[in-house]
């Protein structure tokens, strides 16, 4: 028979000290929402087919603010000599990169890769517009760490589609279900 | 059915009625003045309907326990998202919506698409 000191060796307690209760689990909840209606909303002003290209205004402005007030000069290079002469194209990836973060977040579904992908769009974002007049650089610094949090808890897990899903996925043995258990 | 099955199918019920009160309360957006500080989606009259559509079907989804109506809810919505893409920025567009309309609906729609998926695809432990 064991004691319980033998069983505190056999399954340690790797943080004892964190709150897994009711409340961290809805906090983690109205964090992961709070972040997919972000995104939603941000899709709304990416407006196609030339996203303010000819007025100089939306999305086009937001973007030439990195050659503009330049923040990181290679990031600044490949804006004007990758992202502007094809702007079109990069206005619908962006509109669809960020309306996919928002449905995604919003449902917790594939959360962690789509935490990632969120990591990846704020620092874009913060990399075009860090220095242009009246912008307050934390809210850029927080998004990034927003999507950080998301990222290390597995925030899909609680009151999200991955909570569901991951048991089906979880017996299946097929590639997708195996890639769905490591990007939730 | 298990007890796994059993508890499995209860977490299926309350996702279903979670998306369909999201589906619900967005509707109230139709009412949020044109300010993008308090305009989460931009909501027309015929978004709100498909809106109110895909939360009595993922209500009587949930309630029932029939998978095809989480299909329908999702299939509904995916569909008016993917609209709404299309006709996004043009003269034509019958949502009256904008990319955070087209948001909202796949998100609402994929969360359905799955639940059916969840609901529908064998389960060993069953």
Request: contains cysteine.
């Amino acid at each position: 028979m064991s004691t319980d000191s033998e069983t505190a060796r056999v399954t340690p307690d790797p943080a004892p000290d964190l709150d897994h209760g009711r409340g961290a689990r809805i906090g983690l909840a109205v964090l992961r929402i709070a972040i997919g209606a972000l995104w939603i909303q941000n899709s709304g002003w990416k407006t196609p087919p030339n996203f303010g290209q000819d007025g100089g205004t939306g999305l086009f402005k937001f973007t030439n603010y990195a050659v503009e007030y330049p923040v990181f000069p290679p990031f600044s290079w490949l804006i004007e000599n990758v992202v502007l002469p094809n702007f079109t194209l990069f206005g619908y990836l962006t509109l669809v990169v960020e309306a996919s973060l928002g449905a995604f977040l919003l449902v917790g579904l594939a959360t962690r890769f789509w935490a990632v992908v969120g990591i990846a769009q704020s620092l874009a974002i913060t990399m075009s517009v860090l220095n242009a007049p009246n912008e307050f650089p934390w809210t850029y610094y927080l998004m990034i760490v927003a999507h950080i949090v998301l990222l290390a808890t597995a925030a899909g897990r609680t009151a999200g589609l991955d909570g569901v899903l991951r048991a089906r996925w979880q017996q299946s043995s097929g590639r997708a279900a195996k890639l769905l258990m490591r990007l939730s | 059915m298990t007890m796994a099955g059993s508890t499995q199918k209860h977490r299926l019920q309350r996702v279903g009625y979670g998306l369909s009160a999201a589906a619900a309360v967005s509707i109230v957006l139709i009412l949020a003045p044109s300010n993008d500080a308090v305009r989460i989606a931009k909501i027309g009259p015929l978004a709100a309907v498909v809106l109110l559509v895909v939360a009595v079907l993922g209500v009587l989804g949930a309630r029932t326990g029939q998978a095809a109506l989480y299909l329908a809810a999702g299939g509904l919505a995916v569909a008016a998202g993917l609209l709404q893409l299309v006709q996004f920025g043009r003269s034509t567009n019958w949502l009256d919506g904008n990319g955070s309309t087209a948001a909202l609906l796949a998100g609402l729609g994929i969360g359905f698409c799955a639940l059916w998926y969840a609901a529908h695809a064998p389960r060993n432990s069953d």
